[in-house]
């Protein structure tokens, strides 16, 4: 017999569903425009694709929302001062505007926020609740993003992050661990982007590229990287807070230029591989100019001396 896997809904989900199981009166049925100052639960109609501007701004009451999957945006100041309000489903949504949370002082998670791509200008400014936050696919934290979120102990970004603005996490006075993944561009720190950050002493870097460049047996790149990991966390428990960001950014460019050493290391690598391959092949057998061609592309070096060329050609050594 085959076992079933039940999904459990978060606490304020279930919460939800248990008030609208004991008085369906209470509930909201959102379509549109301003919602009603003392609404307390709250469900998004399907018709609405993006929250728009103040929708349930000041809404001092309200505790539970119900998004539906098909939700992009939220806008400005969408659910600004809404003290009362603990966790929010963001799935498929891909863009926060600007003080969209602003002083939701309870807000404690952002449920499934794997595909947002855009915090905005104090999107969660003063969210002093918000424990920890998940973000994948995040491009951009613009300015103060999550400034003032006081609880805050983890922020983990994913390798799409581009941009860190100026008091992105500024006064996040519990932030103990920043965790990422460098992406090809690398990423650029606003001078003061961690501010006020003083327990900000764990870095730990993350990604597929650690097993990219070791599958060719370079060991010195885990060594190397092992030992910049270290060298960031024991410098970051001994500097001002005011330095804290531009360390890391000098880190993180210095780390970027690692990396692209090594996977220069690696195409070069794969590319005396393939013309090794390619030369026994053809010499062993005493082949021709076409038999040559073709024991190249078979052995992929068709593939890797481009890539290889590219690589060299936009990178400055």
Same mark, same amino acid.
């Given at each position: 017999?085959?076992?079933?896997?039940?999904?459990?809904?978060?606490?304020?989900?279930?919460?939800?569903?248990?008030?609208?199981?004991?008085?369906?009166?209470?509930?909201?049925?959102?379509?549109?425009?301003?919602?009603?100052?003392?609404?307390?639960?709250?469900?998004?109609?399907?018709?609405?694709?993006?929250?728009?501007?103040?929708?349930?701004?000041?809404?001092?009451?309200?505790?539970?929302?119900?998004?539906?999957?098909?939700? *992009?945006? !939220?806008?400005?100041? =969408? $659910?600004?001062? %809404?003290? &009362? +309000?603990?966790?929010?489903?963001?799935?498929? /949504? @891909? #863009?926060?505007?600007?003080?969209?949370?602003?002083?939701?002082?309870?807000?404690?998670?952002?449920?499934?926020?794997?595909?947002? *791509?855009? !915090?905005?200008?104090? =999107? $969660?400014?003063? %969210?002093? &609740? +918000?424990?920890?936050?998940?973000?994948?696919? /995040? @491009? #951009?934290?613009?300015?103060?993003?999550?400034?003032?979120?006081?609880?805050?102990?983890?922020?983990?970004?994913?390798?799409?992050? *581009?941009? !860190?603005?100026?008091? =992105? $996490?500024?006064? %996040?006075? &519990? +932030?103990?661990?920043?965790?990422?993944?460098?992406?090809?561009?690398?990423?650029?720190?606003?001078?003061?982007?961690?501010?006020?950050?003083?327990?900000?002493?764990?870095?730990?870097?993350?990604?597929? !590229?650690?097993?990219?460049?070791?599958?060719?047996?370079?060991?010195?790149?885990?060594?190397?990287?092992?030992?910049?990991?270290?060298?960031?966390?024991?410098?970051?428990?001994?500097?001002?807070?005011?330095?804290?960001?531009?360390?890391?950014?000098?880190?993180?460019?210095?780390?970027?230029?690692?990396?692209?050493?090594?996977?220069?290391?690696?195409?070069?690598?794969?590319?005396?591989?393939?013309?090794?391959?390619?030369?026994?092949?053809?010499?062993?057998?005493?082949?021709?100019?076409?038999?040559?061609?073709?024991?190249?592309?078979?052995?992929?070096?068709?593939?890797?001396?481009?890539?290889?060329?590219?690589?060299?050609?936009?990178?400055?050594?």
């Amino acid at each position: 017999m085959m076992a079933t896997t039940t999904t459990i809904p978060p606490p304020w989900e279930q919460k939800l569903q248990q008030a609208q199981e004991v008085n369906v009166q209470n509930i909201f049925i959102y379509r549109g425009g301003r919602a009603p100052r003392h609404v307390t639960h709250v469900i998004i109609d399907k018709s609405i694709k993006i929250i728009p501007f103040r929708a349930f701004c000041c809404c001092e009451d309200l505790r539970y929302v119900k998004m539906h999957n098909g939700i *992009e945006g !939220i806008g400005k100041e =969408a $659910f600004m001062n %809404c003290i &009362s +309000l603990r966790g929010i489903d963001v799935t498929n /949504v @891909r #863009v926060v505007g600007e003080m969209a949370f602003s002083r939701c002082c309870n807000l404690m998670a952002l449920d499934n926020s794997e595909r947002l *791509e855009k !915090i905005g200008v104090q =999107a $969660f400014l003063d %969210c002093s &609740s +918000l424990g920890h936050v998940n973000l994948p696919s /995040v @491009r #951009v934290i613009e300015a103060s993003g999550f400034a003032g979120c006081t609880n805050m102990m983890c922020a983990i970004l994913g390798r799409h992050i *581009e941009a !860190i603005e100026i008091s =992105a $996490f500024y006064y %996040c006075t &519990s +932030l103990r661990r920043l965790r990422f993944e460098l992406g090809d561009n690398g990423i650029s720190f606003a001078s003061d982007a961690f501010d006020c950050c003083r327990q900000l002493t764990s870095i730990e870097l993350v990604g597929n !590229i650690h097993q990219s460049i070791s599958s060719l047996g370079l060991e010195e790149w885990q060594d190397d990287m092992n030992q910049e990991i270290d060298r960031i966390n024991h410098l970051l428990p001994n500097i001002h807070d005011s330095q804290k960001t531009t360390e890391l950014s000098q880190w993180v460019d210095i780390v970027q230029s690692k990396i692209e050493c090594y996977k220069l290391m690696e195409n070069t690598s794969l590319l005396e591989l393939a013309l090794w391959k390619a030369t026994k092949l053809v010499m062993g057998e005493g082949g021709s100019v076409w038999e040559r061609q073709t024991c190249r592309m078979g052995c992929g070096a068709a593939v890797v001396i481009p890539n290889v060329l590219a690589f060299i050609n936009s990178t400055d050594l």
